[in-house]
């Protein structure tokens, strides 16, 4: 049996990641969270996000607040957070930094590399 290509290396490596994301945003289901099989699987799909070399928060971009709002989001209030595709990253109440460092936090555990604030 021959060693995988490279692209091919690449691509198994991306699958996997992409089912370590979803795993990890079934995580929180309260249905799922008690059977200790989904749990093995949990922190396993957690090390294979750690074991990627993500940046050490992921960036927090305001454009689709300004084009929406036409200003800086800031100050006290409710804040959600997508990624690309417009998927629930974190949301929850308090100042916009707090908020955008937690929702940061929270897409490099998941081994996201982006999150948008939501209009």
């Known amino acids: 049996m021959s060693a995988p290509t490279p692209a091919a290396a ?36 957690r090390a294979l996000v750690r074991s990627v070399r993500a940046p050490r928060l992921a960036l927090v971009s305001k454009d689709r607040y300004v084009r929406s709002h036409g200003r800086e989001p800031r100050g006290d209030g409710y804040w959600i957070f997508e990624d690309r595709d417009g998927y629930l990253v974190w949301a929850g109440t308090g100042l916009y930094s707090a908020a955008a460092r937690a929702a940061a936090a929270e897409a490099r555990d998941r081994g996201i590399s982006s999150v948008w604030v939501a209009p």
Request: zero cysteines; charged letters at 20%.
């Open 10 to 45: 690449i691509a198994a490596a991306r699958d996997g990641l992409a089912l370590a994301q979803h795993v990890l945003a079934l995580a929180d289901d309260a249905y799922l969270s008690g059977h200790s099989e989904f749990e093995v699987i949990v922190s396993e799909a």
